[in-house]
């Protein structure tokens, strides 16, 4: 059952595979060969491109040679979505793998696409990945507030929660790097909590955060909540029975576990 | 005598002779000059030993410029090669003793007493020599105690003031910062490579005995006999030794890393170039930066080996 | 003259047959052809210690007497050049068919050369058939769940090793000893009484005057000791230094704080720390830093020492070694209602978070994958991990196996609290610091010489350190945008499955910690000035 | 001289050689530790071991298991490791003079290009990782075979026994040589009768020292071998050294009996390569 982003067809699922599996130039192969087939296949040279990104011994060649590839997919078509994941990739090959990289202009790019196309995956992958340049960094706090308070608004209107909750993961990140009040971060943490955190770590981390938040702030109830359900669901934590501890000493404790 | 040139013309008529040295040529250039080439091929490299790597040009050896532990890991080892000079003596000494017996008997059972030490593999060593230098119940500390030099090495100590002799308390010869230099000088007392005993055996194999008798005939004292016959014999024996020494003793790190770990030991007083390279590589995991710098200790050591040609000439 | 020509002639003979006997030996084993219907399993690892290649034996003949069809070969490599075998082997092609993995292993290389088990481990064990695991998926019958490394690779989002065994530290004592020392006196449960128990062992070596120390120590065993009374000792400076309330403080972010000044060596827990380090430390053999494990391991096995630190993969060597009654117990931490101690330590270190280890990953190049698998489900059903764990006296990694009697001291302690800062950051920090611990154990050391060389030497370090982590995650992160692209095209195709877009999930969670990490350690660096390049 | 005479002076000649045995004993005495401890741990168990390291056991109490278990560990390695070692000394040795009397007898052209050409091999540092050559030796599919090691071994060693080699047939008269091309000796020839007999100590040397250093190599055969049946001993060893609480008894048993053939060799060989070659050259 496919998710339906992408809105197309993918046809080179082994490719992506061996790309998954970290064998870029099995990758790359396969993608050049299958473009070598068929000049107009999109999904071809969008799979070399990424794969190049990655091909061992890195070297600025095949990063040039990437951007080329996904230039060239943007000429033909900047609407269909090889077009768009061709732009947010560009986007991170400025920011990350270029040398010298140009952040601002990379950051500019993703939001554009953003703005642009907020519907498409690439759209929203763009804004999350934009998230924490726009937070971290020496600025006035001020100005930190107010990037966080336009996060926190476009981030409500995501429609995918694979994407929606590491961008409120990444906001609460930042208000415990910046030391923000802590009701700020406890509405961040329950906004991703909204559909269950997938990585077990995170997810025991996020029930911790939010118990201890919600016990400074007051909110005796869903401090026990979210304690207990760290309680029951993670014996093997090395915090197990610090909680249990805090479960038993938080007030108005009914018949609790320990 | 110093091999005879021949001119171009002559070589293409005895071309053969390039056959001879051919086969050796072909073992060394494919098994031993290929992994070789990989190490200076992965010096430009960010490489973390798998198979991410990271052209990055002269970083690597940009990052050695200021590199503190690198360059004062020379002071160590010059120390230990100065040591390892005088310690090729003993060698020396154990060599001549041996061919001035009067009776080739006697030369052939010592000549293969000093071979029999060799059979013993490494393991076997290095479980005696973990208990000489045992501060408790280690031999170097009995016999100093027994010996009364404890005592000594005390007094000598509140003298000079160096703070590491203390009386009743066992010399940590291998945890004290200022121990650990001597220590590896005194390790593998009485210093007998059987490996130069026998070259410079060999080499003096080649003096006749009439030579020895014209020498007492004109009352040449055994100081003069070694003086005049014999270091003058062995002297090619002893600089090809010099510089394998040196070399060695340069890349070398086996020791240090068995005997102190691969930080160097109590106030890195141990670190020696071979091992931080060996650091770099396996404990950092920067293999990449590890294979520059044995690109420099290369250079380096070519240096030497240069210099040693050109200046210590022997003239036969 | 003709004396030594027989000799010579003896003698080259002697080299020439025994070169001619060798040669005939080499060529006619090469005519014993394999049998050809029998499968064969290789399985390698390095743990040479006698009881655990007799407790694979044990398994090995279990098995091959259920499935005499099969044969299964132990392949045992020592530890000093397993990682170059390893290498060698995978990329040669020549690799056995199960292979112990733990070791520092590259992710490309686990994803190229290893087989993912996402879909085994889902699945219940059969030859838990008959036990209160039958049906259970084979990931939930072990006690970590199979949460942790080696067994879970958070790198490529699958699993890649099945445990047999889980791993503690203890301090083994000398029954015999101790009665004659201290009597019926009650083992020390906190560090006061430890110490006592030593000061104790000096009076009674006074007393007789024989060779005795407290504890036997090493350059291997002495810091199970010490690092552990810093981490606990260190436990509530960590909690109000960290400010992710989350009740951990990670390496990195401590460290991050010794650089900003928010602690550093003259900090009172600290100070605490190191004093309870060199007061420990007194009462080992002098010059320990500088001996090897089998060292101490030869003190205490003589008799010559009271107790040693060491881990659980010991117990069967040391029951097979020691000519005396030997037991263990915890290593006693300073308690937390001693007013001494009460504003620094929560309490005992947890073991709860402890992961399994000695895991077993599938090589992808084995001929016979669906066997080797199946030995593996053998050794770690219930019953085979009983088998393993009794003859091995390894702690067992499945749920429900009984403790034999000897390793009960080692069962993990559950109810305890996480633990402080690390005494150092990186491969510099570690070097720093194991080259200036002398100032602090020796004679004439001290904690205040120690802390003074500390606070010069130990910034330049972490700041090496944190250069060193920043590549790292600039390299985790690059490929991280082509594993990204690959993840969603993945998600999208027909082919794709629930397990495509879990994995885009949790990439994209993974993803937040990296980035957020990295942005803050380049924001921090700027603001005191330092830069992050070589 | 006449016989009474000869023995006085005999006898006086052997009395001035004393402080030099003495001197010589004392050294040798020192080295052989080792030796002697090898053969005296063998016969203990661990117990009795610790209880007194130094002094040997009387014979009613040795251990001789601990010899059968080394036996049993490594005797089948013993005929993989005399293939191997032999095969290595001979061809290295060969090799090696070849090339030495082609640097040491004449600078042709291309002379100082090939010397350096093996200079620079010594002075490379091991940093050089074992993997590159583990896949030129899978491309050439010697892998798992004694072959890989015979060819391994033999370049690994040639650059040391050139080095010395030629400063030693440098010392060789040139009218040998000389006289010899006259009536018409190819190279082949002059090799085989003058630089081997001329040289012959030092070339038995270099072999012992061959023989030895292939002997207890472990690192190679344990990367390259995978059967069993091909292990040499070096491998067999290294599995002792696992274990952390060592079983010195056993351990210094199998090395003893890993040192025997060693041990028979050398009295053999060193007659061989000392005093027969060299005996005739000079003389004649």
């Known amino acids: 059952m496919a998710t339906g982003w992408a809105d197309v067809g993918v046809r080179h699922a082994s490719g992506w595979e061996s790309i998954r599996l970290l064998q870029f130039s099995d990758g790359h192969t396969y993608f050049e060969n299958a473009f070598a087939q068929n000049q107009s296949d999109r999904e071809a040279l969008f799979g070399q491109a990424i794969a190049l990104l990655n091909v061992q011994p890195r070297t600025e060649g095949n990063i040039q040679q990437a951007q080329a590839l996904l230039e060239s997919l943007i000429e033909k078509n900047a609407g269909d979505t090889y077009g768009l994941a061709a732009r947010f990739f560009l986007a991170r090959v400025e920011l990350m793998h270029a040398e010298p990289a140009d952040r601002p202009r990379a950051i500019t790019r993703l939001l554009a696409l953003a703005d642009e196309a907020p519907q498409s995956v690439w759209g929203e992958l763009a804004l999350l990945k934009a998230a924490p340049f726009l937070l971290y960094g020496n600025m006035s706090e001020e100005k930190r507030r107010e990037a966080l308070h336009d996060l926190e608004k476009r981030g409500a209107r995501l429609t995918r929660e694979e994407i929606r909750r590491p961008l409120f993961l990444t906001l609460a990140q930042a208000c415990f790097h910046y030391d923000l009040e802590p009701e700020r971060a406890l509405s961040y943490l329950m906004a991703a909590d909204v559909d269950r955190v997938q990585r077990w770590q995170r997810r025991a981390d996020a029930y911790v955060q939010i118990g201890n938040l919600a016990r400074e702030t007051g909110d005796l109830a869903l401090a026990r909540t979210y304690f207990q359900k760290f309680y029951d669901e993670f014996p093997r934590d090395s915090r197990h029975y610090m909680v249990g501890k805090i479960l038993q000493e938080l007030p108005g404790n009914e018949e609790v576990a320990p | 005598m110093a091999p005879q040139t021949v001119s171009l013309r002559k070589a293409l008529h005895e071309w053969r002779l390039y056959l001879i040295v051919l086969p050796s040529i072909l073992f060394v250039a494919t098994f031993s000059y290929y992994p070789a080439i990989s190490a200076v091929y992965h010096s430009f490299f960010e490489w973390q030993g798998g198979e991410v790597k990271q052209f990055i040009q002269f970083t690597n050896f940009r990052r050695i410029w200021n590199d503190q532990v690198f360059w004062s890991s020379f002071g160590v080892v010059s120390i230990l090669i100065a040591a390892n000079i005088l310690k090729m003596v003993p060698s020396i000494l154990l060599a001549v003793l041996i061919h001035r017996l009067r009776s080739d008997k006697w030369q052939y059972y010592y000549r293969v007493l000093v071979v029999i030490p060799m059979i013993v593999p490494h393991l076997v060593v290095l479980f005696i020599w973990k208990f000489f230098f045992d501060p408790n119940l280690g031999f170097l500390n009995r016999i100093l105690d027994a010996t009364g030099l404890k005592t000594v090495l005390v007094h000598m100590d509140s003298l000079f003031g160096w703070g590491v002799f203390r009386e009743g308390i066992p010399i940590a010869w291998l945890s004290t910062p200022d121990l650990i230099v001597p220590s590896l000088i005194i390790w593998g007392f009485p210093w007998i490579g059987a490996v130069g005993v026998l070259i410079y055996l060999a080499g003096l194999q080649a003096i006749g005995t009439e030579v020895y008798e014209a020498a007492e005939l004109d009352g040449a004292t055994s100081w003069q006999k070694f003086k005049f016959i014999e270091f003058p014999l062995i002297m090619t024996q002893i600089r090809i030794m010099l510089v394998l020494l040196i070399i060695g003793t340069l890349q070398g790190f086996g020791l240090q890393l068995l005997l102190l770990g691969d930080s160097g030991g109590a106030g890195g007083r141990g670190m020696v170039p071979g091992l931080w390279m060996f650091n770099r590589g396996f404990v950092a995991g920067e293999f990449g930066y590890a294979c520059a710098l044995g690109m420099v200790l290369f250079f380096f050591i070519l240096f030497l080996t240069y210099i040693n040609n050109k200046y210590v000439r022997v003239d036969k | 003259m003709n004396r030594d020509r027989i000799m010579n002639t003896i003698g080259f003979s002697l080299v020439a047959f025994c070169f001619l006997w060798a040669a005939w030996r080499i060529m006619d084993r090469g005519r014993e052809a394999a049998d050809p219907d029998r499968v064969v399993i290789r399985f390698a690892h390095w743990q040479l210690e006698s009881g655990i290649r007799g407790a694979f034996d044990e398994l090995i003949r279990q098995y091959e007497e259920r499935h005499p069809h099969v044969r299964v070969e132990q392949m045992l490599i020592p530890e000093r050049v397993y990682s170059n075998w390893l290498i060698t082997q995978l990329v040669g092609g020549t690799a056995p068919d199960l292979i112990e993995i733990g070791r520092p292993m590259s992710d490309e290389r686990m994803a190229r050369y290893f087989t993912p088990l996402m879909k085994e481990v889902n699945q219940p064990n059969p030859y838990n058939e008959g036990t209160e695991l039958e049906g259970l998926p084979w990931r939930d019958t072990f006690v970590d769940g199979l949460a942790g490394s080696p067994s879970y690779n958070p790198g490529l989002l699958d699993f890649y090793g099945v445990p047999t065994a889980m791993f503690t530290v203890r301090l083994y004592y000398n029954k015999d000893l101790y009665r004659r020392i201290a009597g019926d006196r009650p083992l020390p449960a906190t560090y006061d009484e430890l110490i006592e128990l030593c000061d104790l062992v000096h009076a009674y070596a006074q007393e007789t005057g024989e060779v005795l120390i407290p504890i036997a120590g090493s350059q291997y065993n002495a810091p199970m000791i010490l690092l552990q009374l810093w981490t606990s000792l260190t436990q509530k400076m960590a909690l109000e230094l960290s400010t992710t309330y989350n009740l951990i403080l990670p390496s990195d972010q401590a460290w991050m704080h010794f650089l900003k000044g928010n602690w550093d060596y003259s900090n009172p827990s600290v100070s605490v720390a190191l004093t309870a380090m060199r007061e420990v430390g007194r009462h080992m053999q002098s010059g320990f830093l500088s001996l090897l494990r089998d060292d101490a391991m030869f003190y205490f096995v003589q008799g010559r020492a009271l107790m040693t630190a060491s881990g659980s993969w010991d117990i069967g060597s040391m029951y097979a070694q020691a000519p005396f009654e030997i037991a263990a117990f915890p290593i006693p931490m300073p308690s937390r209602n001693d007013p001494k101690y009460e504003d620094y330590i929560l309490g005992p270190l947890s073991e709860a978070g402890y992961s399994a280890g000695a895991a077993f990953g599938l090589v992808q190049q084995s001929k016979h994958p669906e066997e080797a698998l199946d030995f593996l489900r053998f050794i770690t059903s219930q019953q085979g991990n009983q088998t393993f764990s009794d003859i091995s006296l390894w702690l067992p990694s499945v749920i429900g196996v009984e403790l034999p009697e000897k390793v009960k001291p080692f069962d993990l302690i559950v109810e305890g609290y996480t633990g402080g800062v690390v005494p150092y950051f990186g491969a510099d920090g570690q070097r720093v610091f194991r080259n200036y611990l002398h100032t602090l154990l020796d004679y004439d050391g001290s904690p205040g010489e120690f802390a003074t060389i500390m606070t010069e030497r130990m910034p330049g370090a972490v700041i090496e350190g944190f250069r060193l982590s920043h590549a790292g995650r600039i390299r985790q992160w690059r490929r991280g945008d082509s594993l990204l692209g690959s993840l969603i095209m993945l998600s999208e195709s027909e082919t794709s499955e629930e397990l495509d877009r879990v994995r885009l999930a949790e990439t994209l969670e993974a993803a937040v910690d990296q980035e957020t990490m990295m942005l803050w350690v380049e924001s921090e660096f700027e603001t005191m000035g330092l830069s992050l390049e070589y | ?284």
């Open chain 4, 1 to 284: 001289m006449s016989a009474v005479t000869e023995t006085v002076v005999a006898r006086k000649k052997r009395f001035v050689d004393l402080p030099k045995h003495a001197i010589i004993w004392l050294v040798l005495a020192m080295e052989l530790i080792p030796m002697y401890m090898m053969i005296q741990i063998s016969g203990k168990d661990n117990t009795t071991f610790m209880l007194n390291p130094w002094w040997p056991v009387g014979l009613r109490e040795w251990a001789w298991e601990n010899l059968a278990f080394g036996f049993q560990l490594i005797g089948p390695y013993i005929a993989n490791t005399v293939f191997v070692t032999v095969s290595i000394t001979f061809f290295s040795m060969i090799l090696a003079v070849m090339a030495a009397y082609f640097f040491a007898r004449y600078r042709m052209p291309l002379h100082g290009v090939l010397w350096y050409f093996f200079l620079i091999l010594m002075l490379m540092p091991g940093v050089a990782n074992i993997v590159p050559l583990f896949m030129l030796l899978k491309s050439m599919n010697l892998l798992n075979t004694l072959w890989a090691l015979i060819v391994i071994g033999i370049a690994g060693g040639q650059v040391f026994k050139i080095f010395v080699l030629r400063n030693f047939i440098e010392d060789i008269p040139r009218d040998l040589f000389e006289a010899a091309q006259i009536d018409g000796a190819s190279h082949l020839q002059q090799i085989r009768h003058i630089v081997l007999p001329m040289a012959a100590p030092i070339i038995g040397t270099l072999a012992i020292l061959a023989f030895l250093s292939q002997w207890n190599d472990f690192m190679m055969p344990l990367i390259i071998l995978r059967d069993k049946e091909l292990f040499t001993l070096g491998v067999g060893l290294i599995y002792l050294d696992g274990e952390y609480v060592k079983q010195w008894g056993q351990i210094m048993a199998a090395f003893l009996i890993a040192s025997v053939p060693l041990f028979i060799l050398f009295i053999f060989c060193m007659k061989l390569f000392v005093r027969g070659l060299a005996a005739g050259a000079v003389k004649g």
